[in-house]
């Protein structure tokens, strides 16, 4: 099915799963959504956050995609169970993999790296009492480090001492594994390393997105079948300078555009 496979984001850090999408579907035609005038969610509430993720899937409708990617955390947590309920495509989310990070801990403690609104979801709540009751989990807001990415702030002073704030309460708990729980942080991951140590292994759930984007394609027979590269298109409702330079390797194959949305 030639129709695109829709993506979005309170911002640009959706494009780390876009990434893995891409790479692992090269044939299938993208369209990404980057919500950055609402960045970030995660401060805000499950009403408003609802509210922009039903905007985004009916811009991502009306352009007539057939599967639905929500990539962000803060909007999986908050939003899928009603996105699935009120929409008639298949949707993906992103949620912290606390699973993983329970499973292979040998010091009884992880540390969980998200937005609040991901932390306060009912939906993490019941994920962690699932998987994560017998271990001591560490949960630490990033507050400030979405603003910071979106303001193209990556390698900054500023980041660099946030992150060595945030970091550290785990560091002072011993845990042997960190997880991101926001799309954004994999942006992260040289200097979050840097400062947590090689002991330390971090888990991102990018690449197993992606790979449930490939199953559930295929489970609805919605692949596309061709052998001509997808068509990659990005929208975003702020200045496009950021997302151009965090998509600067691949910029001979997209386009971006601004959109009021
Ligand atoms: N990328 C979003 C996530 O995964 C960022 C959340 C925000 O905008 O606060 O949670």
């Not at 997808?230 to 910029?251: C, M, Q, R, S």
Request: with cysteine; hydrophobic share 40%; glycine share 6%.
């Amino acid at each position: 099915m030639q129709s695109p496979i829709g993506i979005f984001d309170s911002g640009i850090g959706g494009t780390s799963i876009w990434k893995e999408i891409t790479a692992l579907l090269p044939y299938e035609n993208t369209i990404y959504l980057a919500d950055s005038i609402n960045a970030p969610y995660g401060e805000k509430s499950p009403e408003k956050i609802i509210e922009f993720c039903i905007k985004n899937t009916e811009l991502l409708l009306d352009k007539g995609c057939k599967l639905i990617v929500v990539a962000c955390n803060t909007a999986t947590t908050n939003a899928i169970e009603f996105l699935r309920e009120t929409y008639d495509v298949p949707f993906i989310g992103i949620e912290p993999a606390i699973k993983p990070a329970a499973l292979k801990t040998q010091t009884n403690n992880v540390g969980i790296l998200a937005t609040k609104g991901t932390l306060s979801s009912a939906l993490f709540s019941k994920t962690s009492e699932l998987f994560a009751a017998n271990i001591e989990v560490t949960e630490q807001v990033g507050k400030g480090l979405v603003q910071l990415i979106e303001r193209g702030k990556l390698h900054s002073d500023e980041m660099s001492k946030l992150l060595k704030k945030h970091l550290n309460p785990m560091l002072v708990n011993n845990i042997d594994y960190l997880v991101l729980g926001c799309t954004h942080y994999p942006y992260l991951i040289p200097q979050i390393q840097n400062i947590v140590g090689d002991k330390v292994k971090i888990i991102d759930s990018g690449l197993a997105v992606a790979k449930q984007t490939k199953a559930i394609l295929e489970q609805y027979q919605l692949a596309k079948i061709s052998s001509q590269k997808g068509e990659l298109h990005f929208y975003i409702n702020t200045d496009v300078t950021v997302l151009e330079t965090i998509l600067a390797e691949v910029k001979s194959k997209i386009t971006i555009q601004k959109l009021e949305f």
